[in-house]
């Protein structure tokens, strides 16, 4: 349970970052995964067709407590949280199972680029693509149904080179046309989360791969669609509760207004690539949170060598470093978001500083994470490797978090570029060619 009174708390969450709305929100997802996640944590990932255990949870978080809707402008019915909120969000549903949490954030990712181009400064035609998309979609992810969103990016081929910014869009497969008053979509996209069960799909595609940034294009696509299908479901290591799948777009047309082409997609993706680090470095701490609670109970309990494991000084140093790496990734993700819901002191969330700020803070976590997870398990002996111990879990869910967003690499080279020229782009001598 968390005590927001305690003077721990007030330390790892200060007042400076957190707001009293933030903090009521906070409570409100700790209470619910305390609840509705922690009790069936174990069977999660068994649950094969989610229809026992992840939907129904799902749809209290998503519905019931309305988080389909926190990306969504306030003109429009959403709760448009701040960034803070967000993070504290994903960091305490994490605690229970990184799969709920993602699923939960790519619903709100899916709305990043038109929150943006609504709510900050960009041309009319980019508030119009923006308007046109919310008044078609908004008011499902208002309602009382369950609804969930995709941004769908990545491909079979090198998904870290459609991230990789350097690359300017160059190396993406799928393609919009512009015929009459539609787009035409064709192309595969691989591994976006909620692929297979979303109903609006935030597609990244390229009109002319070989014109980059002028041809680079966003377009909506809501499912079922005509012409959009999908493979199976992938079986991953963990987080079961978050699908990816392919998606394959077969001339799947859809309304001109829909899309945005050019400079502007492409600075609304390049902030829309940005937007998680905060909330991913959060999930990660939510991860080690709820591996570091589970070891302190059972090495409290279990004795050896004579006395409570945790009792060993040898124990001690892997339960205070855990505790040591939570306060700093805490303070770290606190500040990243702060910063991001700060934009007008700061600087956006694409330009290269902050770039290089959110993927260090985001690499420090999530490559801490797997090696504290699994040094913890030493702890519990062979009761660590076992489901109902509640701990292995997190082993599974620590591996991906230094997967996704390009990987851990491509944080450390963005992270570079704030003090000198890396080039890591996929072209050039020895590399890809241009398309031509
Ligand atoms: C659980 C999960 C959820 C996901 N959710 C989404 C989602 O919602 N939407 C979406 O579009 N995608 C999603 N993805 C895809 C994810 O973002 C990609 O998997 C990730 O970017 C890595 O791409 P890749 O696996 O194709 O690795 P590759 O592109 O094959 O790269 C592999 C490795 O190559 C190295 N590398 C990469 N670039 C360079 C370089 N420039 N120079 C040198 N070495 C390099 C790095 O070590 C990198 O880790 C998800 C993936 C997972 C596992």
Known sequence: MLDQTSQWYKLQYPECFVNEEERMLQKTLADFTDKEIMPVRDKIDDDVTHEKIINPILKKLQVDLGCQKNAIPKDYGGNQLSIVGCALKQEQIARGDYGISMHSAVTEWVWVPTLLAHLAP?????KAWAKAVLDEFAPRFTSNEFHAGCFNMSETESACDIENSLNEGRTIKVTAKLEGNEWVINGNKFWA?????ADLNCVVCNMDPKLGIDAFTL???????PGVSHGKFEVKCGMQAD?????YFDNVRVPKEW???GPEAWALFKNTLAAPMPLNAAHAVGILQGAFDVLLEYTGERVAG?????????SATILGE????ITVGRSAFLELAHQYDHMEIYGGWD????MAKGHAVHVFITTKLPELILKGMELMGCYGYIRENHYEKYYRDAAVAKLVLAGVQYGYFATCRQFYDLDYSSFGPGKLKKPS
């Open 306 to 314: 004579g006395k409570p494991i945790r009792k060993h000084l040898s």
């Open 193 to 197: 989360s909620n692929a297979g069960i």
């Open 219 to 225: 377009v909506y696509v809501p499912e079922p669609w």
């Open 259 to 261: 899309g945005l082409q």
């Open 122 to 126: 960009f041309s009319p035609a980019a």
């Open 322 to 325: 855990m505790a040591s790496v």
């Open 351 to 354: 330009t290269e500083s902050m």
């Open 243 to 247: 699908r990816n799948t392919s998606t």
